[in-house]
């Protein structure tokens, strides 16, 4: 279809208002090619911040599950000390008991020790009545015989006194060195009065 002249010419006398002039593709790239690098830069620290940010968030809740499990495993030691403490004190003395007794039996003279500490921590002319179990009386005679000569000690046996015991008593009192008084007195010492015997 043909156009009419008057349309043809003044297209052609007019100049066209078409708008800012036409940018050709070598003038858009460089722009282009800048807007992707800054988008991608503001990509790349947006998503570093972010990782940071959930990074941050994981160590502090590990953090916060290592503090518990430490205060766990503190009330765990803490109870278990409490719970475990008095048996394990009351083993020890038991092995300690049986370790005298084992010595006792083996020929420790246990009484005669006692008896000469005693004899030790008095007055020099103090009178002592030493009683001990009849097992014993050999031995702390053959050890004493000097002080049972002079008088100062009297030995007398005494078969409700267990081996290596022995009960002083003197002008300044009695003192009860058996093994069982001995044993007592270190349970109330560790244990408290309560749990002694």
């Known amino acids: 279809m043909g156009r009419s002249r008057s349309t043809t010419r003044l297209l052609a006398d007019e100049p066209a208002n078409l708008g800012p002039p036409f940018v050709g593709m070598s003038n858009l790239e460089p722009e282009s090619g800048q807007a992707a690098e800054d988008a991608t830069e503001r990509d790349y620290q947006e998503g570093l911040i972010r990782a940071q940010e959930e990074l941050a968030a994981e160590v502090e809740a590990f953090r916060g599950r290592v503090q518990e499990s430490l205060r766990r495993i503190s009330e765990y030691e803490e109870t278990f000390a409490v719970e475990h403490e008095k048996r394990i004190l009351e083993l020890t003395l038991a092995a300690a008991s049986r370790i005298v007794r084992e010595r006792i039996d083996a020929g420790d003279e ?50 409700t006194l267990s081996r290596g015991g022995v009960i002083l008593e003197s002008d300044f009192g009695s003192i009860d060195a058996t093994v069982e008084t001995a044993e007592t007195h270190a349970r109330e010492a560790l244990l408290g009065a309560e749990d002694a015997p």
């Open 110 to 159: 246990v009484a005669v020790r006692v008896l000469g500490e005693a004899l030790a921590a008095l007055p020099g002319s103090t009178r002592v009545k030493a009683r001990l179990h009849p097992d014993d009386v050999e031995s702390v005679v053959d050890q004493n015989r000097a002080n049972i000569e002079a008088g100062r000690i009297e030995v007398v046996a005494d078969e």
